[in-house]
């Protein structure tokens, strides 16, 4: 009895040992795979597409996409929603390891239907991203066809000004203010003041804008439903 309680127990560590190393290998592929321009390339090409079709589906100049792909320029939001939107992808398809698991379906009605789907991004992996006003930190990047699409964000414009046009996009959002006071402006209220540990929810299809109104570093999470940011 002894004896098999000891051999389960090692074969249980073994196997718990082995399981934190594939789990550690694929954390180390997804920080040194999650490259945005090798991964356009790999579906340009997988779809027979040349630069020229991808110019035509997304707008953006075939000079734009040569650069993006060699790593010659940075990705940044904007490029990365007219990507997502002109060739039907998902953010998680540019970012995330190539064999991320699907969702599991099952025959069950939708009420027991569970997927089983997980994903953990840790402190410093996250894919960043800077588009001027912003910059981001994407969270749950790897899933694809994601309900929510959560993401930390860093806000620097200090005006309307020097952020813009409005951006606006499909769905909902809920957004919590991590750090500093920021100023929410939109097609429709008049701006508003929310500090820190305050949230608001709204209508992400009506243009709106988050303005960084006191001193040091402003960020905030937003979560949103819905497939991409548009700048109006």
Not at 40 to 59: F, H, M, P, Q, S
Request: with cysteine; charged share 25%.
């Amino acid at each position: 009895m002894i004896f098999l309680y000891i051999k389960t127990y090692q074969d249980m560590k073994i196997h718990c040992s082995k399981n934190r190393e594939q789990i550690m290998s694929r954390n180390k592929n997804f920080s040194s795979q999650q490259n945005p321009g090798e991964a356009l390339r790999k579906i340009r090409t997988d779809n027979g597409w040349t630069l020229a079709d991808v110019y035509e589906k997304t707008g953006l100049a075939v000079s734009t996409l040569s650069k993006l792909e060699t790593g010659k320029m940075e990705l940044n939001y904007t490029k990365l929603m007219k990507l997502c939107d002109g060739l039907d992808l998902d953010m998680a398809q540019l970012f995330a390891l190539p064999d991320t698991p699907a969702p599991v379906t099952s025959d069950r009605p939708p009420r027991t239907k569970m997927t089983g789907r997980r994903a953990i991004t840790r402190k410093g992996e996250e894919p960043t991203m800077s588009d001027g006003p912003y910059f981001y930190e994407f969270h749950g990047a790897e899933l694809n066809q994601r309900s929510f699409h959560p993401m930390v964000i860093e806000v620097r414009a200090r005006s309307m000004e020097e952020f813009g046009n409005y951006i606006k996009h499909e769905g909902e959002e809920f957004t919590y203010i991590l750090e500093g006071d920021v100023e929410f402006h939109s097609e429709i209220y008049a701006p508003t003041v929310l500090s820190e540990g305050d949230s608001i929810y709204f209508d992400a299809g009506m243009g709106h804008a988050w303005i960084a109104s006191s001193p040091g570093r402003c960020r905030i999470l937003a979560v949103f439903t819905g497939s991409s940011h548009q700048h109006s």
